[in-house]
């Protein structure tokens, strides 16, 4: 079973508008999606056929009544924390030229229910093999309690996959985690050094490596990707159609649906990337066989690991 942890819970709407005469338009299109970097992790882990509970915060407004009932009705098990503040609501606005997003205040999370939050984290996630954890709120991220937590499940043999960022790092060393995505700037500013070429990117990822990292580091670098274990380093070239973002979400659920299924690191490789490359507004139309069209468009370059230092 898989738990993902998701410490910023979105409800997101969408309306797409067309031009219907001069400065005006009219709704061709309104969705309303839960949304937020563990709950893509879920939607993804439902696609490829795995287990995955959601444990996140709950509001007290409609807003939180229908984030609950999306979940509900996409058949999205989760462990709701209640909390006295909203969740948040984003607007994506989609005219014919342009995207405008209207982003809501951050919720705001107070001492007791952190603690609650921390104590429902502690009550189940020993009965979970892979926990994603979204570690994007800082309310709850610069508390020592958590990284207790996430410490012990570790040492019970619980594979901690997480995005590392420039705020979050400060936060996770200590932590073992099978599993960590980061982009080259975060590196940097982990190392205070300048990583101008990809030598000095694989020994920057070799670094983690010996730190905290016990299987593999993906390591995003603009367009380019790399991803280091202790033996090898592989190179990935994506021919998508577009070159989009790597969803964080979606890329870590195929991680664990790789570790489930006990696949090898190059089909671990296609997989993770094959889910991670679909855009959030085609979940929905998506099936494995979308995912298996685009591991064929994933190629793989690859040669030895170099040691850190050398």
């Not at 101008?196 to 070799?206: C, D, F, G, P, W």
């Not at 991680?255 to 959030?280: H, P, Q, T, W």
């Amino acid at each position: 079973m898989i738990l993902s942890i998701e410490c910023v819970p979105v409800l997101q709407k969408h309306i797409k508008l067309e031009k219907a005469g001069m400065n005006e338009y009219i709704v061709t299109k309104k969705t309303e999606n839960a949304s937020g970097v563990g709950i893509d992790f879920c939607y993804m882990s439902k696609i490829l056929g795995q287990d995955c509970n959601l444990l996140s915060f709950i509001g007290q407004n409609n807003s939180s009544k229908l984030y609950q009932s999306i979940l509900n009705r996409d058949g999205i098990y989760s462990i709701a924390v209640e909390i006295k503040d909203n969740i948040r609501e984003n607007l994506i606005i989609e005219y014919p030229d342009r995207m405008e997003l209207i982003k809501d205040d951050d919720i705001r999370i107070v001492g007791e229910e952190i603690n609650k939050f921390f104590k429902s984290i502690s009550d189940v996630i020993l009965d979970y093999n892979i926990v994603f954890i979204s570690y994007d709120n800082i309310n709850v991220i610069e508390d020592e309690a958590l990284r207790i937590i996430l410490n012990n499940a570790s040492k019970n043999n619980v594979k901690l996959l997480i995005r590392l960022d420039q705020i979050n790092y400060k936060y996770t060393f200590g932590l073992s985690l099978d599993t960590c995505l980061v982009d080259v700037e975060t590196l940097e500013e982990i190392l205070n050094i300048r990583l101008l070429s990809n030598t000095e990117i694989i020994k920057a990822a070799n670094y983690l490596l010996e730190q905290n990292v016990s299987g593999v580091v993906v390591v995003i670098k603009n367009d380019n990707y790399f991803v280091v274990n202790r033996e090898r380093v592989f190179e990935i070239e994506g021919k998508l159609s577009t070159k989009e973002d790597i969803n964080t979400g979606y890329f870590m659920a195929g991680v664990a649906n790789s570790i489930n299924r006990a696949y090898d690191i190059e089909m671990m490789i296609r997989l993770s990337f094959a889910c991670g490359f679909i855009k959030r507004e085609d979940l929905y139309d998506t099936s494995l066989s979308t995912i298996k069209e685009n591991m064929k468009k994933i190629n793989i370059i690859t040669y030895n690991n170099i040691e850190w230092g050398n």
